[in-house]
């Protein structure tokens, strides 16, 4: 839960401490965690591991005890090795960085090559977290606006990034909260006109149609791009906090310098290492996932809605006047979706066909009410 004791009166609350201005009045991060039947907010995989998986996971972790008096591997060579056998494209582990959860290595990448005096730039509706990395590192928050399609427009993009020079370039391929891909093209003029390093957040890659490019092949050519993934969405394994990257050498070495000794535990590393060797099996409802996404986008605008075209495992809809109501509407019938992105619109998560068949009967009966 979220909530936040009132301040007590002896003195001893949050506000008779000495915080940074800059954080005065901040809320911590917060999707809503709610104990309700359909939880289709934050875009996790919905099918939980295999007994076999749980069994491997059980087996590892115990072994991982029997040393639990020493420190883990820091560099986590193992599992390194591991996400580069994983995402192919001839990376080797020397190539890959790995934390606790993609945000992670958002904050190592901000804290190695943002700052103070430094900007970062992304373009907006994006990811919420973000602008709270850039807050957390000293870094100023910029942002160059999306098509009204949530498309970037090339041109648009590079005169963003000649007018403001951002040390650092996000780019959410597909887009949170949008779910939009953006196009190698694209992409290659943004990297080319960017002074600073590109960051390619591919968070929800694997959700992409069939065919879609990876920035992963674009890796050879440009020394100061990244890519970012994570296990937490069609890997089903949000509960493990594995985020990882794939650059150059050096631009990993650059990140080892500020992460925390010892960052990523000994469990984390061994379980991880177990769910990638099982992953065609963790992977296997990405399919199922794709089509649910479909689907509902087809039944949402068969409703007379707006919908975001999704390469992700969520749909952005709307848009209502009172999106909070229509939120609040379904939240009352068990079904807990985001009030996210742009004014007037929600997300929601692509699940199983129980929880997309909960998710549209309560729609329907909140469009009667509110409409
Ligand atoms: C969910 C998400 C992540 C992943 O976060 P983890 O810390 O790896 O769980 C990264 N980027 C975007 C855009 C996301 O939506």
């Given at each position: 839960?979220?909530?936040?004791?009132?301040?007590?009166?002896?003195?001893?609350?949050?506000?008779?401490?000495?915080?940074?201005?800059?954080?005065?009045?901040?809320?911590?991060?917060?999707?809503?965690?709610?104990?309700?039947?359909?939880?289709?907010?934050?875009?996790?995989?919905?099918?939980?591991?295999?007994?076999?998986?749980?069994?491997?996971?059980?087996?590892?972790?115990?072994?991982?005890?029997?040393?639990?008096?020493?420190?883990?591997?820091?560099?986590?060579?193992?599992?390194?090795?591991?996400?580069?056998?994983?995402?192919?494209?001839?990376?080797?582990?020397?190539?890959?960085?790995?934390?606790?959860?993609?945000?992670?290595?958002?904050?190592?990448?901000?804290?190695?090559?943002?700052?103070?005096?430094?900007?970062?730039?992304?373009?907006?509706?994006?990811?919420?977290?973000?602008?709270?990395?850039?807050?957390?590192?000293?870094?100023?928050?910029?942002?160059?606006?999306?098509?009204?399609?949530?498309?970037?427009?090339?041109?648009?993009?590079?005169?963003?990034?000649?007018?403001?020079?951002?040390?650092?370039?996000?780019?959410?391929?597909?887009?949170?909260?949008?779910?939009?891909?953006?196009?190698?093209?694209?992409?290659?003029?943004?990297?080319?006109?960017?002074?600073?390093?590109?960051?390619?957040?591919?968070?929800?890659?694997?959700?992409?149609?069939?065919?879609?490019?990876?920035?992963?092949?674009?890796?050879?050519?440009?020394?100061?791009?990244?890519?970012?993934?994570?296990?937490?969405?069609?890997?089903?394994?949000?509960?493990?906090?594995?985020?990882?990257?794939?650059?150059?050498?050096?631009?990993?070495?650059?990140?080892?310098?500020?992460?925390?000794?010892?960052?990523?535990?000994?469990?984390?590393?061994?379980?991880?290492?177990?769910?990638?060797?099982?992953?065609?099996?963790?992977?296997?409802?990405?399919?199922?996932?794709?089509?649910?996404?479909?689907?509902?986008?087809?039944?949402?605008?068969?409703?007379?809605?707006?919908?975001?075209?999704?390469?992700?495992?969520?749909?952005?809809?709307?848009?209502?006047?009172?999106?909070?109501?229509?939120?609040?509407?379904?939240?009352?019938?068990g079904v807990l979706i985001r009030e996210t992105g742009p004014d007037g619109w929600l997300r929601v998560s692509a699940g199983t066909p129980a929880e997309m068949t909960a998710f549209k009967d309560a729609?329907?009966?909140?469009?009667?009410?509110?409409?």
């Amino acid at each position: 839960m979220t909530g936040t004791a009132g301040p007590p009166s002896d003195g001893s609350g949050l506000a008779d401490l000495p915080l940074r201005p800059e954080l005065v009045g901040e809320e911590p991060y917060g999707a809503p965690q709610l104990d309700v039947p359909y939880r289709l907010n934050v875009n996790e995989n919905p099918y939980p591991p295999s007994a076999v998986v749980i069994a491997d996971i059980a087996a590892a972790a115990a072994t991982a005890a029997t040393e639990m008096n020493r420190y883990p591997d820091r560099e986590a060579r193992a599992l390194r090795a591991d996400l580069a056998t994983y995402l192919g494209h001839g990376l080797t582990a020397d190539q890959i960085w790995a934390a606790n959860g993609s945000n992670e290595v958002m904050l190592h990448v901000l804290g190695a090559f943002a700052g103070p005096g430094r900007s970062v730039l992304s373009f907006a509706p994006t990811y919420s977290m973000y602008p709270e990395y850039a807050r957390d590192t000293h870094t100023t928050w910029l942002t160059a606006p999306r098509q009204d399609d949530f498309t970037i427009d090339p041109d648009r993009a590079v005169a963003a990034i000649k007018e403001h020079r951002p040390d650092v370039v996000f780019v959410t391929s597909p887009n949170n909260p949008t779910g939009t891909a953006v196009a190698l093209d694209t992409l290659i003029k943004i990297i080319e006109a960017a002074p600073g390093v590109i960051i390619v957040d591919e968070a929800y890659y694997e959700f992409a149609r069939a065919g879609t490019p990876s920035a992963l092949e674009l890796l050879p050519r440009f020394p100061r791009l990244a890519v970012t993934r994570t296990m937490s969405k069609a890997f089903a394994f949000a509960g493990g906090r594995l985020g990882y990257l794939a650059a150059s050498a050096a631009f990993v070495d650059a990140l080892r310098i500020i992460r925390l000794p010892y960052h990523l535990s000994a469990v984390t590393q061994a379980v991880a290492r177990v769910a990638l060797a099982h992953a065609d099996e963790l992977l296997a409802r990405v399919a199922d996932l794709r089509a649910a996404r479909d689907e509902l986008a087809v039944w949402l605008a068969g409703q007379g809605l707006e919908v975001a075209e999704s390469d992700a495992n969520f749909i952005l809809f709307g848009r209502f006047p009172d999106r909070h109501a229509v939120w609040q509407g379904l939240l009352d019938r068990g079904v807990l979706i985001r009030e996210t992105g742009p004014d007037g619109w929600l997300r929601v998560s692509a699940g199983t066909p129980a929880e997309m068949t909960a998710f549209k009967d309560a729609l329907e009966t909140v469009l009667k009410e509110t409409r």
